[in-house]
């Protein structure tokens, strides 16, 4: 089966005088209207692979969300523009059914309190494409929502952050390099012998390697896309950084978190109490310690301290180590219940000493679920977060391997 890709022909920005005919391999003309009212008009070569088998006269086929974001970006980087994802829709389970995107340099400049005066590439630009899935068809389909960019085309890519980012097999390659011991400058040289288009820097690998050494201390897959948030090291950043997951300031909201946590125990203190292996009154006692630094006798304690953040804010809990990482669900309340499916990571890392807050990107694996959660302790409405998240959970599981600890996607 295959989508019409409505007006991809149009080379992301331009006329389509040709009716879409995007399966031949025509030229394609693109319009950029530049912001002294001129126009500049770039022509490109849309391969008919590019766009799938275009065998069927001017229909294409997107395979997936990732096929859809490389196509776009590969087209708009040959034409001196760069797109990002302006917002996703996603269903209950984390899958990607709408995206839109749009150029780099789109939006306004958010003015910040600070006396530092600074520039900014944003020109408030108004292109905008849409990409859609259907269930039907179990393909993707590309719209455009506006042709038009309020800027001159970049002249030199290479200058550009964009440009200088890893692909994954790159990035699996720094990695193994990485475990090798081979030096930051001859994994650079290395690459670029590879493929003479890249434009990393010395600075590209030295971010890869910490990101690479993180997620491993972590058990964060190395390919996963993610966000590290650093939180306060004084022995409350595991309560720090549940705050930041939960959007809120870290250093105003981590005693809350203790608080609400307590809170939770107690309302629940008879079921917790035959439910937890560790002491309950010991647990209490472990968050009722106020101030900063927090020596180690209160610091956070997972997996239990993980059950009563879910069910308190009715959240998925991610708790990461090298020692064990584990998925938490909240007990008594199912997926139905839920307006927005929510979930919160948090890594241990350093040794096993430091907390920092964690933010997946895309439908990343999911680790095994804590033996709290079980049909024992669990409502039936509960059960369904376990069969939404199948096929997450299952992932992991494929993937994790214990002699490593970590999991690696590039298998």
């Not at 964009?162 to 390659?173: C, G, I, Q």
Request: aromatic residues 10%; charged residues 25%.
């Amino acid at each position: 089966m295959v989508a019409t890709v409505e007006t991809a022909a149009k080379g992301l920005g331009g006329d389509g005088g040709d009716g879409g005919d995007v399966g031949k391999g025509v030229r394609r003309r693109w319009r950029r209207r530049v912001s002294c009212g001129a126009e500049m008009v770039a022509t490109v070569e849309t391969a008919a692979k590019g766009l799938g088998d275009g065998g069927d006269g001017g229909k294409g086929v997107f395979g997936s969300h990732e096929e859809l974001m490389n196509w776009v970006q590969n087209l708009a980087r040959s034409l001196g523009v760069v797109v990002v994802t302006k917002r996703s829709n996603k269903y209950p389970n984390g899958f990607v059914y709408k995206v839109v995107i749009m150029c780099d340099r789109g939006g306004k400049y958010k003015v910040k309190d600070s006396s530092k005066v600074s520039g900014t590439k944003k020109t408030d630009c108004p292109f905008e494409l849409e990409g859609k899935y259907s269930i039907e068809y179990n393909s993707w389909t590309l719209t455009m929502i506006c042709d038009e960019h309020n800027h001159p085309p970049v002249q030199h890519m290479e200058g550009h952050p964009y440009a200088k980012r890893l692909t994954d097999d790159e990035f699996s390659l720094v990695a193994e390099l990485t475990r090798m011991n081979v030096a930051p400058r001859d994994i650079l040289s290395i690459l670029k012998e590879r493929n003479l288009s890249n434009a990393s820097t010395i600075s590209t690998i030295y971010n890869a390697r910490t990101k690479i050494r993180m997620s491993e201390q972590a058990g964060i897959p190395t390919r996963v896309d993610y966000r590290c948030h650093n939180v306060k090291g004084d022995g409350n950043c595991g309560f720090r950084a549940m705050a930041v997951c939960l959007g809120l300031d870290e250093e105003k909201s981590y005693e809350y978190i203790r608080q609400q946590m307590r809170e939770e125990l107690q309302n629940r203190y008879d079921i917790y109490k035959d439910m937890f292996v560790r002491d309950v009154n010991s647990l209490y006692h472990d968050l009722c310690f106020f101030g900063s630094p927090c020596p180690e006798e209160h610091w956070m304690k997972m997996p239990e301290a993980g059950v009563l953040i879910a069910n308190r804010f009715g959240v998925i809990i991610h708790s990461l180590s090298m020692s064990d990482s584990t998925t938490i669900f909240p007990f008594w309340s199912g997926p139905e219940e839920s307006q927005h499916h929510r979930a919160l990571t948090i890594a241990l890392v350093f040794g096993e000493t430091h907390y920092v807050m964690v933010e997946l990107q895309g439908e990343s694996p999911m680790p095994v679920i804590t033996p709290y959660w079980n049909l024992n302790n669990i409502s039936r409405s509960a059960v369904r977060w376990e069969t939404m998240y199948k096929s997450r959970l299952e992932l992991y599981s494929q993937l994790y391997r214990p002699e490593s600890g970590f999991v690696d996607l590039s298998d």
